[in-house]
């Protein structure tokens, strides 16, 4: 059956489902959409997903919208497919993928959607938003630098789902100005280089716009 990943490349949530998919070895077709057009608000994509916000992940005949929702779909569904990313103790792994949604991920979004999206959908970068989040993420990393001079990975020993979600996010920073806020801490930098060097995340990223 055809795999289609409805999205943009340059969207953080369609890059997390670029990344799950291709850290599992599958084909898949990106179907780009086109939001200045207002194609995610046009009938036969609100069929897909009724809130019009991409990305939107086909298999076969069923589908899934939200990105963490489809990064947890693919790794179950094809969890004997390439790495094993539910292979950590249920208890760290659900921790940590609950953390990334809740801690990181809502002062993260803020700075990299100034420092990484917005210029590339033409609009201007606020800096007082950059700085005030990046205060707010700083105490947060701080919690994550404590945590990985203990532990290889966020969920234990092993790559796991609770790692790849990060990724998007840490990329587009890392293409800006304010990636010191990773480099800086040495146990989240190593970690940093660590997950980025995997070919599946190489193969995602040399087609982003960033």
Not at 21 to 37: I, S
Not at 50 to 58: D, E, N, S
Not at 143 to 159: C, I, P, S
Request: proline letters at 5%; hydrophobic letters at 40%.
């Amino acid at each position: 059956m055809a795999i289609k990943l409805h999205g943009q490349p340059w969207s953080n949530n369609t890059v997390r489902a670029m990344a799950v998919l291709n850290e599992k070895g599958l084909d898949y077709e990106l179907c780009p959409v086109d939001l200045r057009a207002g194609g995610h608000k046009k009938p036969e994509f609100l069929a897909l997903n009724a809130f019009g916000q991409i990305p939107v992940f086909q298999d076969g005949d069923g589908s899934v919208f939200e990105s963490r929702a489809i990064t947890r779909y693919v790794a179950t569904r094809y969890k004997e497919t390439g790495t094993d990313l539910l292979s950590a103790s249920s208890a760290a792994l659900e921790t940590w993928l609950q953390v990334e949604g809740s801690q990181f991920n809502p002062p993260m979004f803020r700075i990299i959607f100034e420092l990484g999206i917005k210029p590339l959908i033409g609009m201007s970068t606020n800096m007082s938003v950059v700085e005030n989040e990046s205060d707010k993420i700083g105490t947060v990393l701080d919690v994550y630098e404590a945590h990985l001079a203990k532990n290889k990975y966020l969920a234990g020993d092993e790559f796991t789902l609770a790692d790849l979600n990060h990724m998007p996010e840490i990329y587009i920073l890392s293409k800006s100005a304010k990636f010191d806020l990773i480099d800086s801490r040495p146990h989240l930098k190593a970690w940093w280089e660590d997950i980025s060097a995997r070919p599946a995340w190489e193969k995602t990223a040399v087609s982003l716009p960033f």
